[in-house]
């Protein structure tokens, strides 16, 4: 069965960091692009971060410098360290396969809420 879980979200400080975890099932993270989204209320789901398959990384220009994708192929999980954290990062946070994969998952996991706030 594909899963998608996403986790590691909290509220944070302005300048404060966090480390989101996806653990993916059913398939091999590392044979996908894969990608970080983000959802804050009222707003369209963006694209935050890309990790392809190759290992090459892409990120959105609100978070370069501050945000690092990565991933963890014994445990078929894919992270996100972000740091510096500001207020508009507040979202809530999902992965899924990158808008240019040619494996589209037809389902979103639970994402995990990040807010920044003091």
């Known amino acids: 069965q594909v899963q998608l879980v996403e986790s590691g979200g909290g509220l944070v400080q302005p300048g404060g960091s966090l480390l989101l975890s996806c653990a993916a099932s059913?398939?091999?993270?590392?044979?996908?692009?894969m990608a970080w989204y983000r959802q804050a209320p009222g707003k369209q789901r963006d694209l935050v971060a890309s990790?392809?398959?190759?290992?090459?990384?892409n990120y959105a220009d609100s978070v370069k410098g501050r945000f690092t994708i990565s991933r963890d192929n014994a445990r078929n999980t894919m992270y996100l360290q972000m740091d510096n954290l500001k207020p508009e990062d507040t979202a809530v946070y999902y992965c899924?396969?990158?808008?240019?994969?040619?494996?589209?998952?037809?389902?979103w996991g639970q994402g995990t809420q990040v807010t920044v706030s003091s």
């Open positions: 059913g398939f091999p993270i590392r044979a996908l692009n």
């Open positions: 899924n396969p990158d808008p240019g994969s040619s494996v589209k998952l037809n389902f």
């Open positions: 990790l392809y398959a190759s290992g090459g990384v």
